[in-house]
């Protein structure tokens, strides 16, 4: 296995959570909906967040163990 690729699709997957949360956060701040509807959109975008994170934790551990 390249660890050079491993590494970098590593920390590109470990950023898509993170963009992801960013983003929601940047949109919520700019949205007037009413505080009961912004932490229902914050509680979606986190477990998308934690979904996207365990995607990336799976894909890594095939790349793992693909390469034994």
Do not use: P, W
Request: hydrophobic content about 40%.
């Amino acid at each position: 296995m390249d660890y050079k690729i491993y590494d970098r699709l590593q920390a590109e997957l470990g950023c898509i959570g993170d963009e992801f949360s960013r983003n929601c956060s940047a949109i919520l701040e700019k949205s007037a909906a009413d505080e009961q509807s912004k932490q229902l959109v914050e509680e979606i975008c986190a477990a998308n967040t934690s979904a996207l994170n365990e995607l990336a934790k799976s894909i890594s551990d095939a790349l793992i163990a693909a390469a034994r």
